[in-house]
């Protein structure tokens, strides 16, 4: 059965940065596009990156265009989301997401930016 474990989250400080990861296992990574979302209280999951299988193509949200990266090592299978200028309002869960022929979900890490 696919897995997907985050971790990387915590407490920064704003203009601070840091990187997540998500490391995968009992499914074949390199096929799968790759996502991170987040979802902030009481509103709804939205989509942050996304990343092709073999790492060619990415998209971002408008919200952190320049200021995130999303890339992935196929051999270690884990995909990363660097986030650098972090503001107070990239406080969320952040998850990500594996589909292709199935879709697995991590179980989140707390990402907080606060002074």
């Known amino acids: 059965q696919g897995q997907l474990v985050e971790s990387g989250g915590g407490l920064v400080q704003p203009g601070g940065s840091l990187r997540l990861s998500c490391a995968a296992s009992g499914f074949t990574f390199g096929k799968y596009v790759m996502s991170w979302y987040r979802q902030a209280p009481g509103k709804e999951r939205e989509l942050v990156a996304s990343i092709t299988n073999g790492g060619g193509t990415t998209n971002y949200a408008d919200s952190v265009q320049g200021r995130f990266t999303i890339s992935r090592d196929n051999v270690k299978n884990t995909v990363y989301l660097q986030m650098n200028s972090l503001k107070p309002e990239d406080t969320a869960v952040y998850y990500c997401?594996?589909?292709?022929?199935?879709?697995?979900w991590g179980q989140g890490t707390q990402v907080t930016v606060s002074s």
């Open positions: 997401k594996a589909i292709w022929f199935r879709t697995y």
